[in-house]
């Protein structure tokens, strides 16, 4: 049986795990509810099948997209101060929910979310749609605050049957320029003990920069991916708004970064990087020397205002296709909607190359050839 032949259900799709399906014959079922990464999929030839998750779970006429594979990258929000307030508060009703089986009535479940918040409910209708559908695959994704809630439906899926592995996967070791870390669970009934990845790349220390795993390739750096930025690590953490948990820019502050001695702009390192662009970059840095003209930063005096120009009055800014290189996605892909919303769409999504990795491990040719024919059906 080849890959072509399977079906997978992604739950609150985005773009990022269709790409990696895409790429890999896979037909996708994709649930999406945001207009603009709805029109991206559609540019990109992907199948939305219906937008609201609930449409999937209830009602007298559920949608049913048959499938041997599931995918979920549910909302983070309410977890992303998991330990502190309102983020503990989430957590709690997520696992108090587990423990009194929740998800075996997606009525009651949505319930839940009357009752607290919609998005603390939403983390579990991917095990609503296990328990329903039995999928022979499953694989789970979200921020590192919401591996208790993985752990907890580990020991659910486990009384059904599956092998289950859960734990934390960092992007930048399966060839992602970028230091994002996600939590994940993996399971699988198909008699095949459930595992990660295998890197591909070696792992970014903090600490030691120059420390490489053995036997893997390095890491890919920031400059490496899109021709300027840092060139002796990853960048910080993609997301839909500032922070690994969100905010108000797709990077974190990444002004910070560019007084670091490894900033760096390579001319014709990549396409996205023009002429016009390097030319804007050089108001920021000599090519040999690291950036100081960061508005606002105490660390620069007088003279080396005066010796490397004018202080900018604005951050240096990615833009969308840079963003983009940097979460792996081709460069053409077909992101819709104005800049925020590309943003939103980008920073939300799975690095393509790392969803790659997960489902290759999920699909390897042994688990294939075990596989009976009727799971396409």
């Known amino acids: 049986m080849s890959a072509g032949e399977l079906r997978a ?37 992907m199948e939305t099948t219906y937008s609201d998750v609930w449409d999937g779970l209830l009602g007298d006429n559920p949608h049913r997209f048959w ?32 423990d ?56 659910v899926l486990r009384g059904m049957g599956y092998s289950v592995w859960v734990g934390i996967i960092r992007a930048e070791q ?15 009934a198909d008699g095949i003990d459930a595992a990660p990845p295998e890197p591909t790349h070696s792992r ?3 600490t030691e920069p120059e420390r490489l795993d053995m036997g893997v390739l390095p890491w890919v750096s920031m400059a490496d991916a899109i021709g300027w930025g840092m060139a002796q690590r990853p960048a910080p953490t993609i997301t839909g708004g500032g922070t690994e948990t969100g905010g108000a820019e797709p990077i974190a502050k990444l002004a910070r970064y560019t007084s670091r001695d490894d900033w760096t702009a390579r001319t014709g390192a990549m396409p996205i990087c023009t002429p016009e662009r390097l030319a804007e970059l050089a108001r920021w840095r000599w090519w040999d020397r690291p950036a100081t003209t960061i508005a606002g930063d105490p660390r620069i005096t007088a003279r080396e205002h005066h010796f490397h120009g004018e202080q900018s009055k604005t951050s240096l800014r990615l833009e969308p ?11 053409a892909f077909p992101f819709a909607g104005r800049r925020g919303k590309q943003f939103l769409q980008i920073g939300n999504a799975v690095p393509p190359l790392m969803a790659g990795a997960i489902v290759d491990e999920l699909l390897a040719p042994a688990a294939l050839r075990a596989l009976p024919a009727e799971v396409a059906a």
Do not use: N
Not at 69 to 89: D, M, T
């Open 9 to 45: 259900l992604d739950l609150f799709a985005g773009t990022g795990w269709g790409v990696a399906l895409q790429a890999r014959g896979i037909r996708e079922g994709g649930v999406e509810i945001m207009p603009e990464a709805q029109a991206s999929r559609a540019a990109a030839g």
């Open 67 to 98: 499938h041997a594979l599931q995918i979920a990258s549910p909302p983070c929000q309410s977890f992303s101060l998991a330990g502190k307030g309102a983020g503990r508060a989430a957590l709690d009703d997520v696992l108090r929910a587990i």
């Open 100 to 155: 009194e089986g929740a998800y075996r009535r997606p009525e009651r479940l949505r319930a839940l979310g009357a009752d607290t918040d919609d998005r603390t409910a939403l983390v579990l209708t991917p095990l609503a749609h296990v328990f329903r559908d039995r999928p022979l695959w499953v694989t789970w994704e979200q921020v590192p605050p919401v591996l208790p809630v993985w752990e907890a439906c580990a020991e």
């Open 174 to 188: 399966y060839g992602v320029p970028q230091t994002r870390r996600r939590a994940v669970l993996i399971a699988r």
């Open 204 to 206: 970014y220390y903090e």
């Open 321 to 331: 296709v840079e963003a983009a290189r940097l979460q792996s996605f081709p460069d």
